[in-house]
């Protein structure tokens, strides 16, 4: 344009930049046949203007620019999950009480989107400072919280607002932990929940932590779901709730102890009952009634040895009156010869 092509339109000799270029529409047009590569053959770009090369040349380079900058915003906008994550939520506080009899530790997960993650997984790690027998000191020692993992548990089917639970055993780094312990104690559980977004595909984190000051001792979550006309609803206002409940101070391994002790003292005592019965019973009794029939009938009148509780002192009486009376006889043959 600059070299006045079109003050020269109608001139056959003229050699403009650019072929049937009449205008700002014309120009426009060409412009974005070189900006998507469409090329439709009408206008071309002749050799007698190098200005007009290199202005194709810099709107080539710029327009790739702008491109993978656009495609870069929409795929980033569509791959990163963040807002998905951010439905994905977690209970205030942690939770320790009794479930089946069991000490376990609990925390809640829902999510708030009627879009489903897939293949939603739970994972639970202890974070606190450990010193080694050899003295070493670890500040930031991990420890992994089992949610599940051998049984299965620990994959989520995440429908409605699920309660997490870890049971506290002889494996659990909370074994020797009691009330007191937990009120002294410091440490922080950092619970992670992966799982796939279902409309795009990839792969979402959603994380939270409890401190020691945020694990309630002897406390249960509230109910969230009621049935209402055949269905399910589900009351996200009380997903934060909880309430006390009866829950023994003591650790879990101090109820494990209590509870092996209280089943052996059942066992003895059952076993003791057992022993007392079999030795008082009917038989031993049936028996002593037919010692002394049995006695009498060998014709040695009750002196010889019997078995039979209560009728040995009675024999050894009548043997030694026996033998005290045989005594006193001959003493008295021998004073009258």
């Known amino acids: 344009m600059l070299q006045g092509d079109l003050d020269h339109l109608e001139d056959e000799t003229w050699t403009p930049c650019v072929n049937n270029v009449n205008g700002f529409i014309s120009a426009f047009l060409f412009s974005i046949e070189?900006?998507?590569t469409i090329g439709y053959g009408h206008r071309v770009i002749t050799d007698q203007c190098p200005v007009g090369t290199m202005l194709l040349l810099l709107q080539a380079i710029l327009g790739s620019m702008v491109n993978a900058f656009m495609v870069g915003c929409m795929f980033v906008k569509i791959s990163q999950p963040n807002k998905r994550a951010e439905t994905l939520v977690f209970s205030r506080n942690a939770v320790i009480s009794l479930r089946d009899d069991r000490l376990c530790l609990m925390f809640r997960v829902g999510d708030l989107r009627s879009s489903h993650i897939v293949g939603a997984n739970m994972r639970a790690k202890l974070i606190k400072s450990k010193q080694t027998q050899e003295g070493e000191f670890i500040p930031l020692d991990q420890t992994d919280i089992s949610v599940g993992f051998e049984t299965g548990d620990d994959r989520l089917f995440l429908v409605s607002p699920l309660v997490i639970s870890h049971e506290i055993d002889a494996h659990s780094p909370f074994w020797e932990m009691s009330q007191a312990?937990?009120?002294?104690?410091?440490?922080?559980?950092?619970?992670?929940?992966?799982?796939m977004v279902e409309a795009t595909g990839m792969t979402?984190?959603?994380r939270s932590s409890y401190l020691a000051e945020e694990v309630l001792w002897g406390h249960r979550f509230s109910p969230m779901m009621s049935l209402a006309?055949?269905?399910?609803?589900?009351?996200?206002?009380?997903?934060?709730?909880?309430?006390?409940v009866d829950t023994p101070s003591s650790s879990a391994r101090?109820?494990?102890l209590a509870a092996a002790r209280l089943e052996a003292h059942l066992y003895w005592s059952i076993s003791s009952r057992l022993d007392e019965e079999k030795w008082d019973g009917p038989n031993l009794t049936g028996?002593?009634?037919k010692q002394p029939g049995s006695g009498s009938a060998n014709g040695k009148g009750g002196v010889g040895p019997t078995f039979a509780l209560g009728e040995t002192t009675e024999t050894q009486d009548q043997s030694g009156q026996g033998e005290q009376n045989g005594s006193v006889t001959t003493d008295q043959s021998e004073s009258e010869a």
């Open 287 to 289: 028996h002593s009634e």
């Open 229 to 244: 006309e055949g269905f399910f609803d589900i009351d996200y206002g009380a997903f934060h709730h909880t309430f006390e």
């Open 34 to 36: 070189t900006e998507t």
């Open 254 to 256: 101090e109820l494990s």
């Open 181 to 195: 312990h937990l009120e002294k104690d410091d440490f922080e559980i950092v619970v992670i929940l992966e799982g």
């Open 204 to 206: 979402c984190q959603a």
